[in-house]
Structures are given as structure tokens and as C-alpha cells.
């Protein structure tokens, strides 16, 4: 089994975050994060990232960072 399932499976991952920790899996594939170049890494993100910009780093080395939503909703009684 791929790692990153795993990882979606035994901590329970709810269906955005598995697909986040796939892209993130996606991306690392193939990629040696000590010795690639920081536009070669960017430039692979961007590909396969579902945002409307290029990836772009404001580091030295690669960071990602995922926007997700919390997912869980507030009760009705907690609704205004």
C-alpha cells in the first residue's frame, strides 16, 4: 500500500485532506528535496496544483501549504 494511503487510512483523513496528502505525494515523487532546484520544484506544483497561480516560494527550500476547510458543521442549535 502507497505510504500516503496509509497515512489517509490510520489517521482517518477526511476525503479533501486525503486528497491533499495525494497531491503532495504526487509532487514529491521523483524529486530528491536536497539537491532540486527551487523552479524545478515550483514548476512541478504548479502543474499539478489546482490553483489559478504558479506556485511560487517565498523560502529557500520548497513549503507547502494546504487551505483547507475544518469540514465540520455547526449544529443547529449553533446557527443564527
Not at 504526487?26 to 532540486?36: F, N, P, T, V
Not at 523552479?39 to 483547507?68: H, I, N, R, W, Y
Amino acid at each position: 500500500m502507497i505510504l500516503s494511503d496509509q497515512i489517509a487510512r490510520y489517521m482517518s483523513l477526511r476525503e479533501p485532506q486525503a486528497e491533499a496528502l495525494a497531491v503532495l505525494r504526487s509532487i514529491s515523487e521523483g524529486l530528491d528535496y536536497r539537491s532540486a532546484q527551487l523552479g524545478m520544484v515550483a514548476e512541478k506544483a504548479s502543474g499539478l496544483s489546482k490553483a489559478a497561480q504558479p506556485v511560487q516560494f517565498d523560502t529557500d527550500f520548497p513549503s507547502f501549504c494546504f487551505a483547507l476547510a475544518a469540514g465540520v458543521p455547526k449544529p443547529p442549535s449553533c446557527q443564527v
